[in-house]
């Protein structure tokens, strides 16, 4: 038996499933758990000593790749002057006047400790600030796992089956309507029915927890109108997209504003940070200054600081880097399209900046019904191939492939040559 099933065999016995989070179970693939023991870069190499490109990059956040120095130093630096002082720092200062430089629409800005707390805030905010509790997310969209939200939800959610969660009383999603994403006509319908009980729309506005999904042309700006018309405020839940597409994100690439943006992952460069910003007026409204509650005690914990600022630093001062890592994945996704193609194969292929996925089906995807259409059996028996051959991909067919400024055009070619092989058996 090797290591990774030995420690997986001994992880079940103390965790749940034998993971911290469902979707590095690889249940849906029906194979072990890869147990990384450590990164450098593009690469992961698990404790069994086998080497992969990585194209998780821990579901988002690692887009400078691991381990690059600048983060590292930071953080080292940060650990010796302390962990920890639940007390205010300067580099929350620098954080959030960091923030509201590279995202237009922020004027103010809270750090929280994951996408999940960011999100559960900000509907909290937004509830607060309107005076109103419900609120529309999308069919398909994941946004952390907070009660109100666990209703029809992507990413792990949607790979396990299970519509929503059990444990969530029917008095937590009441007030959480669900639309279908790129169907401005769903998201009406609840507004003609009760627009004047609707704090906020949330959504994702490039959708990575369905698989990729793209916004439709006039989808974001149809929200934005709707949610004007009816005094409901728009929150982009960009823990995925945020300073992924562009220095400004989704919203910067696409050219939308939210009143509201959730971001997690990158902003804390491989740290536990998250963070919810907006409008000044609406943000006022969060404690210590306003009636809306919301506390935590590692909150813009000074070593997650460290490496957020190292990481945004980065990107901010090259932004160059952006339109190379765009370019790279446009041809990698491309040759992914191409090579499908030639195997004859009806696979379809969704993908902007370093983000995209490929479905199993032969429907075009642009919402959670046509993403269910895909043969997760098929892309299960992909994944292991590209496993068993050094590349590391999500082991679930709703999720998102991620590429980072550390990925190079040989390790891109190499993974399409692993495809092609692969496809070439006619799977
Ligand atoms: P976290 O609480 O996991 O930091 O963020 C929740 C979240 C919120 N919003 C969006 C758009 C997200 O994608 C996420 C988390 N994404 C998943 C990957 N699909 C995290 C991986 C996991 O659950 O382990």
């Known amino acids: 038996m090797g290591r990774n099933e030995a420690l997986y065999q001994e992880a079940v016995n103390y965790i749940p499933g034998g993971v911290n989070s ?17 990164a450098e870069g593009s690469l992961l190499w698990d404790e069994e ?36 002082f639940g007390a205010a720092t300067a580099a929350e200062v620098e954080m959030a006047k960091l923030v509201c430089e590279m995202v237009p629409s922020i004027e103010m800005v809270r750090m929280v400790n994951s996408g999940t707390e960011a999100v559960m805030s900000a509907i909290r905010l937004a509830r607060g600030y309107t005076r109103r509790d419900k609120i529309i997310k999308f069919i398909g969209c994941y946004h952390g796992h907070s009660d109100g939200l666990l209703v029809k939800a992507g990413s792990g959610v949607m790979t396990a089956g299970v519509p929503d969660s059990l444990g969530v009383p029917a008095g937590c999603t009441g007030d959480t309507l669900s639309a279908r994403y790129n169907d401005l006509e769903s998201v009406e319908e609840h507004f003609k029915r009760c627009g004047e009980e609707i704090a906020a729309v949330i ?41 992924r597409l562009c220095p400004a994100g989704a919203q910067g690439f696409l050219g939308a504003c939210p009143d509201l943006t959730t971001f997690g992952k990158i902003i804390g460069g491989g740290m536990p940070v998250g963070a919810y910003g907006g409008r000044r007026e609406i943000m006022e409204l969060v404690a210590p200054l306003g009636g809306v509650y919301q506390a935590g005690t590692l909150s813009g914990n000074p070593v997650a600081m460290a490496a957020g600022l190292a990481q945004l630093s980065i990107l901010r001062d090259f932004p160059e880097s952006y339109q190379k890592l765009n370019h790279m994945a446009d041809d990698f996704f491309e040759g992914i399209r ?37 043969d997760t059996a098929k892309y299960a028996d992909y994944c292991n191939y590209m496993l068993e051959h050094g590349v590391y991909l999500a082991p679930a067919q709703f999720e998102a492939m991620f590429l980072s400024m550390a990925h190079t055009e040989l390790q891109l070619m190499n993974t399409l040559k692993v495809m092609e092989t692969y496809w070439k058996q006619g799977k």
Not at 60 to 73: A, S
Not at 204 to 212: D, F, I, L, S
Request: net charge negative; proline share 6%; charged share 20%.
């Open 22 to 38: 469902p979707v590095r179970a690889f249940g849906s693939i029906g194979s072990c758990p890869r147990f990384i023991a450590r």
């Open 49 to 84: 000593g086998r080497e992969y490109i990585d194209y998780i990059g821990s579901w988002g956040p690692m887009i400078l790749g691991h381990g690059h120095p600048e983060v590292l130093d930071r953080v080292q630096e940060a650990c010796r002057r302390g962990l920890s």
């Open 203 to 243: 959504v994702e506005p490039v959708a990575a927890n369905m698989g990729v999904v793209l916004p439709k042309e006039g989808f974001l700006p149809g929200l934005r109108s709707l949610c004007d018309q009816y005094g409901a405020l728009l929150i982009f839940d960009e823990v995925i997209t945020g300073f």
């Open 338 to 374: 191409q090579r499908i193609a030639e195997a004859g194969l009806p696979y379809q292929v969704n993908h902007i900046g370093s983000l995209g996925c490929i479905f199993f089906t032969d429907q075009e995807v642009t919402d959670y019904d046509s993403a269910k259409t895909s």
